[in-house]
């Protein structure tokens, strides 16, 4: 019972964190929360499940709470057994995370999308940025937008956002990240070299577009860029799982956000005025 008691205190915390102490309304806080929540739950379930499938010990989700933070929430982690069977485990664990998470977070963007409102953006305000996905999906719902209008984000649209963003930032082929898995389930003998690659393309667009990853960029240097080997690392990927490989490389392609928030002239005012009813 005790195992348990953690997991759902960091749930209920987080769920709390999210809807009362956000920049919302609390109507919109609990529709943003009991989204999101919907989107990190299956994200989580995704590779806990794949690890009861294969007897790889695994943790309950724990859930982490950042109050009066935009998001509410630093998203959720596993605490998984390194000593992996093989390379294919290794990757259907990786991989089902993301996908299980993308699954509900798309639809729930495109249905926020239908009941958001196009508005008229000050020339110096914060903005939310797009990925290919999220463009092509407003492009879809709005048409092309006038010159100076942006999408005022309905919180279940903004909580299929920050679903995507956070998709997108685990895919990175960096260390522990899911992404970091794929890419030594791929290429057990280039991942070292292949993380630090990744790992300063990412400082690079911290200086060169947005400082906000820098905060990450920092943890990932703190994880180790030798990823521990499987129990047989012969064992290469069938081509159904090289071909669900390509799809996810395309799923991060499709959902990273160099510039998540372009920040304004007054960037708090502006993300408050951005998530106000």
Known sequence: MKTYLLPLFL?????????????????????????????????????????????????????????????????????????????RVLFD????????????????????????????????????????????????????????YDVLLHPVAFAGWVGLFVTSLNLMPISQLDGGHVLYALAPRRAATLYRLALLSLVILCFAVNPGFLLLALLLVLFRLQHPPTRNDLLGLDRTRLVVAALVGVLFVLTFIPNPVQLGASPLQDLLDLLAP
Not at 131 to 140: E, K
């Open 11 to 87: 749930f209920l915390a987080t769920f709390v964190s999210m809807t009362f102490f956000t920049y919302m309304p609390l109507a919109d806080g609990f529709l943003y929360a009991s989204t999101l929540m919907g989107i990190l739950v299956a994200h989580e379930l995704g590779h806990y499940l794949m690890c009861r499938r294969y007897h790889v010990p695994a943790s309950l989700p724990l859930f982490l709470p950042a109050p009066k933070t935009l998001f509410g929430t630093l998203g959720a982690i596993i605490r998984m057994d390194p000593n992996v069977p093989d390379r």
């Open 93 to 148: 664990i990786a991989v089902a995370g993301p996908l299980a998470g993308a699954v509900l977070a798309i639809p729930a963007l495109l249905f926020g999308l239908t009941v958001s409102t196009v508005v008229q953006v000050p020339e110096k305000a914060s903005t939310f940025g797009d990925s290919l996905l999220i463009a092509g999906l407003v492009h879809l719902v709005f048409g092309a937008l006038p010159p100076g």
